[in-house]
């Protein structure tokens, strides 16, 4: 039998309960070009195997040909590639949430029971879209995140963050002081002030990342500042009275 290599496969547009057809582009040991076709079950390895674009490291968990779980992903995809979703502070929860069930759907492990690679290659990617969805949904960390994807600087690691300038300074000890201040029976007032002025300064950092003109350096005055206010809304939450 002749010799053939595959080169490229497309997913027939038709087929019947599990089988597949995939069009293959092969080339002889002549170097003629031949049109094959492979009839597969959806989810056997061999038609994993002969996918090329299955071993094309990208963010994304399914081959794009033939829609099969992939077996590797770069390594440097971000959350926000993960997810699918644009590389941007301005995202809402909504946003994020329609991404995350969409791949949770697909990578149900009702779906990928075909074999023990399977099974754990969805679980393995089912946990990035648990913490992709965690660290984008929470404001200092997806803020955390864009940072070290836009300037490779994870600037709320290094360190403790900084408290140079002296009108954060003051704002951080004035508040620290009336949440040590206040009485329990005032305490869902302050909490509910404190939310108030952390969604302030969450939509001042998102016109921030918006404008391409804002400074790294001013970004990081504002995500340490939310940081303060996001720990302090916590802080508070803990002395509010339990219903
Ligand atoms: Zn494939």
């Known amino acids: 039998m002749m010799k053939m290599t595959t080169m490229r496969c497309l997913l ?3 087929h019947r ?3 597949r057809t995939l ?3 092969t080339l002889d040991a002549a170097g003629r070009r031949h049109i094959t076709t492979f009839t597969t079950t959806a989810t056997k390895d061999s038609e994993e195997t002969s996918c090329l674009d299955c071993s ?4 994304s968990f399914f081959c794009p040909t033939c829609n099969n779980i992939k077996k590797t992903i770069s390594k440097n995809c971000s959350h926000f590639d993960i997810l699918g979703l644009p590389t941007k502070y301005d995202l809402s929860n909504e946003d994020i949430d329609i991404a995350y ?3 949770q759907k697909r990578l149900h492990p009702d779906l990928h029971h075909q074999s023990p690679d399977t099974s754990s290659l969805a679980a393995s990617y089912s946990t990035k879209v648990n913490m992709a969805c965690d660290v984008l949904t929470d404001p200092v960390l ?4 864009l940072m070290l994807v836009n300037y490779g600087v994870d600037p ?7 408290l140079e300038d002296p009108e954060l300074l003051m704002f951080v000890m004035e508040a620290r002081q009336e949440i040590e201040d206040v009485e329990t029976e005032n305490a869902e007032t302050l909490h509910q002030h404190h939310r108030k002025m952390m969604n302030e300064v969450v939509k001042d950092l998102t016109l921030q990342f918006n404008n391409g003109k804002s400074s790294m350096d001013d970004q990081l005055k504002t995500l340490i500042k ?3 206010v996001s720990k302090m809304v916590d802080e508070i939450q803990h002395r509010t009275p339990v219903m």
Do not use: D, N, V
């Not at 997806?142 to 995140?145: D, I, N, P, S």
């Open 142 to 145: 997806r803020g955390q995140h």
């Open 23 to 25: 069009l293959c582009l």
């Open 17 to 19: 309960s599990l089988s």
């Open 226 to 228: 939310l940081q303060y």
């Open 12 to 14: 027939q547009p038709f």
């Open 156 to 162: 709320l690691k290094e360190g403790t963050p900084s």
């Open 56 to 59: 094309t490291a990208t963010c």
């Open 101 to 103: 069930k969409k791949l």
